[in-house]
């Protein structure tokens, strides 16, 4: 596709609701980030992959936080049992190749509202 | 881990003006980029710049990588350019690209 897209734009959830939130990376695009950012702060690293290998996983903030990306393309971000600290805008973003020398594109992101 | 800082924290200016924005980091890095997020929340990528100067209209950037500093230059600024800006890194042997703190510019008319 022409960029990185990312669904749903928002989502609601009760607190202790299962989420699942997609990434469609740039059709091509090795790398593939997830990023969380809360309201008035910096993206965050959540976890990063090379075609379908999680090769970084450091930044989830607990097990509740599950990433996959099994045909090395889409990837899923999945949280269980939400919680309101899971408030966040969680963002998306791809590179060509291997990220220590490319740009990175971001897609739009997810707006997580826990209740 | 690598820490990267990001001055001033807030900017505001009138149409017309210019401005510099500086980005200092703590260690080596093999990648340094400038993004703008708007205020509907996209980030978009301003540059690429591990070392060097490049122009892109209105803006440019300049790194000094053994000094550990970019900065990045908008000129007559346009109320379009309000939002915040970043600069991320990625230190050698990681993948990892960090955040900085951010400046959020204003630009009123």
């Known amino acids: 596709g022409a960029g990185v897209s990312q669904s749903p734009r928002y989502k609601v959830a009760k607190r202790g609701q299962d989420v699942a939130l997609r990434c469609d990376p740039i059709?091509?695009?090795?790398?593939l980030f997830w990023y969380q950012q809360a309201l008035g702060q910096g993206p965050e690293f959540l976890t990063y992959?090379?075609?379908?290998?999680?090769?970084?996983k450091s930044g989830l903030p607990s097990d509740r936080f599950f990433a996959e990306r099994p045909e090395g393309s889409v990837s899923t971000l999945k949280i269980q049992r939400t919680q309101q600290e899971d408030s966040a805008v969680y963002l998306c973003?791809?590179?060509?190749?291997?990220?220590?020398?490319?740009?990175?594109?971001f897609g739009s992101g997810t707006q997580l509202s826990v209740l | 881990g690598i820490q990267v800082e990001q001055s001033p924290p807030d900017l505001i200016l009138q149409e017309g003006a210019n401005s510099t924005l500086r980005c200092n980091f703590s260690?080596?890095?093999?990648?340094l980029q400038w993004f703008h997020q708007n205020p509907w929340g996209q980030l978009i990528n301003l540059f690429y710049?591990?070392?060097g100067t490049k122009q892109n209209g209105r803006l440019s950037a300049t790194t000094v990588a053994t000094e550990r500093y970019s900065l990045l230059y908008i000129s007559s600024s346009q109320t379009t350019d309000s939002g915040v800006y970043f600069c991320?890194?990625?230190?050698?042997?990681?993948?990892?690209?960090?955040f900085g703190t951010g400046t959020r510019l204003q630009v009123f008319p």
């Open positions: 973003a791809s590179s060509l190749r291997l990220a220590g020398n490319e740009k990175l594109f």
């Open positions: 059709s091509g695009h090795v790398s």
């Open positions: 992959f090379q075609n379908e290998a999680q090769l970084d």
């Open positions: 260690d080596s890095v093999n990648n």
């Open positions: 710049i591990p070392s």
């Open positions: 991320a890194v990625i230190s050698y042997n990681t993948d990892k690209l960090i």
